[in-house]
């Protein structure tokens, strides 16, 4: 498990920079002014993950309209991000954090298990970053269905 806990409601979000679609580097600091919605996801291409970035693209008209980008991370290489946006007409910004270094500051680098087997894995979070880059609000262990809407209200409200 990670030893970094999640950065807090009200504080001052970890500032980044990583490799992203279409050979771009995605920086925190290049959305100073606006709200971004950072959520982190386990892997490319697979159901869950897929319904994610789907939803959150389709919403990526209305969350333009109420002043904020969406960024996924995932430890995924580039390359892969780029195939998966490809696949899917993903409008979101897509990351890669192969050495989980982002992931672990925002503390949803965990230990997880499946079928009694332990191992690392990205817990499914979102965190919503105000336009003075603070934390706004923190979604954890997050279930796909309805969570774009729940996001996109929060966005809504700043």
């Given amino acids: ?30 959305h100073a002014g606006k709200a971004v919605v950072l959520y982190f996801y386990p892997k490319d291409d697979t159901p869950g993950c897929t319904r994610e970035a789907v939803e959150f693209s389709g919403a990526i008209g209305d969350f333009d309209a109420a002043g ?13 991000h780029d195939k998966f946006a490809v696949k899917h007409d993903l409008k979101v910004l897509l990351a890669s954090d192969e050495s989980s270094d982002v992931c672990e500051r925002y503390g949803v680098w965990v230990e997880k298990s499946m079928y009694g087997r332990k191992y690392m894995g990205i817990e499914r979070s979102t965190f919503l970053i105000g336009k003075d880059g603070h934390i706004v609000q923190a979604w954890r262990g997050v279930k796909v269905p309805g969570h774009v809407d729940e996001v996109l209200s929060a966005v809504r409200a700043l």
Avoid at 68 to 80: E, F, L, M, R, T
């Fill in 1 to 30: 498990m990670t030893d970094t806990p999640s950065p807090a409601v009200g504080e001052k979000a970890p500032t980044f920079s990583l490799p992203g679609t279409g050979g771009q580097t995605v920086a925190l600091d290049d």
């Fill in 68 to 80: 904020a980008v969406v960024i996924g991370v995932s430890k995924d290489p580039a390359k892969k």
